[in-house]
């Protein structure tokens, strides 16, 4: 790790590649012709799952298919577990890291709106750490300063006993980049009233983005309906030849309703 | 940069340009042309091998990402010279294919589903390929050339 710091701080054109399922066709298309490229991907310890009682840290390299395959991150986080089979196709999240997902800051990306949803912490090289919501800048930006190195996400466990959770998206195709995408996670408490709740959306917006829902703690969540398009309303949502500003707010409505839906009648499973 | 490839079973010691893709160094460098060149940004699959059993787009890493690790291509599947696998030859009878050129990726991603899942629903099988793009098939006989070698692989004595 010294040594990529090192490499970085003497070389600015440098660029770190981590599982390349993003850098590898943009070296491949000439969009970016860093004079280095430095592989992450042996570092030692930076792939690391570590499951505590009251977080869980995922190292940088981690590949997405090691998230997939933990039946103990899917119980400690069971909103990455639902999130982790949007992205991409099996192969490429063979290669593909998390890091490399949060790094390169895809509206789209089903990582970076988990880590958003949940309020979690990036982690970085020298021991800081950056609140996800104060991460993702702009569409592929990010607060991560010149010459520094991405090396983990921390996501605090919700311990909550009546908890549910959920994620869906819509794209083009199953893999293909979302247009528009929702997570949710809520708790209720003893008499089923709402406890918490956060609910971030992706895909539509230049960055993941948590909706304010603060009215609706202490309700049934049966009447969400309102005061998610309040919510969205002063969004601003993206336009591409795919879909335009409309149907991504609408998308991002009808969503937000599903994945809260979801996770209300998961949590009311609990007991 | 001189580096050491374990393809198919066999060392191979090559001198690449530091940015060759593993695709190109297969094709290029080793002769193995059964890996297919598609896109080479990612998209279609076709360049699929196989990385420590497992697929992978080949045009997604560089030679040098695949030193220590185990690679498998196409030519890699086959029990002896002319001879095909069992997932091979359920592609020609079900007409698994029509120009060819997503096979490799399809057959290797197979071979890789049908080892860790002998029994694959018809759901997991189009989960398995859903990142192999195919123009010509309509993937319906592709879903078929694998059920069928689940079957004959679950009836044989030597998986
Ligand atoms: S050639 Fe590699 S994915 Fe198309
Ligand atoms: S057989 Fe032609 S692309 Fe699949």
């Known amino acids: 790790m010294a040594q990529a710091l090192a490499w970085m701080a003497a070389d600015p054109d440098a660029r ?64 990455l577990a639902k999130a982790i089979r949007f992205v991409g196709h099996p192969p490429t999240r063979r290669r593909g890291t998390v890091g490399g997902s949060l790094a390169n800051a895809d509206p789209a990306a089903e990582l970076a709106l988990v880590a958003v949803t949940l309020g979690a912490e990036l982690l970085l090289h020298d021991g800081s750490a950056v609140a996800a919501v104060d991460f993702f800048l702009a569409p592929m930006t990010t607060a991560l300063p010149e010459g520094a190195m991405l090396t983990g996400l921390r996501i605090a466990r919700q311990s909550a006993p ?46 993941p983005t948590l909706l304010p829902l603060a009215a609706l703690l202490g309700t049934s969540l049966t009447e969400a309906k309102p005061a998610i398009a309040a919510a969205l309303a002063p969004l601003e949502m993206m336009s591409d030849g795919n879909a335009g500003a409309a149907y991504r707010r609408r998308a991002a409505q009808a969503l937000a309703e599903q994945v809260l839906a979801d996770a209300l009648a998961e949590a009311m499973r609990c007991n | 940069m001189q580096l050491t490839l374990h393809v198919n079973g066999a060392d191979h010691a090559i001198d690449v340009d530091d940015r060759t893709s593993l695709l190109d160094a297969l094709r290029d460098t080793l002769g193995l042309k059964g890996t297919h060149a598609g896109c080479e940004h990612g998209v279609c699959g076709t360049c699929t091998v196989l990385l420590n059993g497992e697929p992978v ?75 192999n793009l195919c123009r010509c098939t309509g993937y319906g006989q592709i879903v078929e050339a694998i059920e069928l070698a689940a079957q004959r692989l679950a009836r044989s004595n030597t998986p």
């Open chain 2, 57 to 131: 787009r080949s045009c997604l890493m560089l030679a040098a990402q695949a030193e220590g690790e185990v690679v498998t291509t196409i030519e890699g599947v086959t029990p002896a010279p002319g001879e095909l696998s069992v997932v091979q030859d359920s592609f020609v009878e079900t007409h698994g294919m029509q120009c060819g050129y997503c096979t490799p990726g399809m057959v290797l991603t197979a071979h890789a589903l049908l080892r860790a899942n002998p029994a694959p629903s018809r759901a997991e099988i189009v989960e398995a390929i859903s990142g």
């Open chain 1, 162 to 207: 009546r908890r549910g959770t959920g994620f869906r998206e819509v794209a083009m195709r199953a893999g293909d980049y979302a247009l528009a995408s929702a997570a949710c996670e809520v708790t209720l408490d003893a008499a089923g009233r709402c406890a918490s709740l956060r609910l971030g959306i992706g895909g539509a917006t230049p960055v």
């Open chain 1, 16 to 79: 770190l590649l981590a599982g390349g399922q993003t850098l590898m066709p943009m070296l491949a298309m000439r969009l970016v012709r860093p004079s280095k490229l430095i592989d992450i991907a042996r570092i030692p310890g930076l792939d690391r799952l570590e499951i505590a009682a009251d977080r869980v840290e995922l190292g940088a390299t981690l590949r997405q298919v090691a998230v997939e395959r933990s039946a103990a991150l899917a119980e400690a986080v069971p909103l």
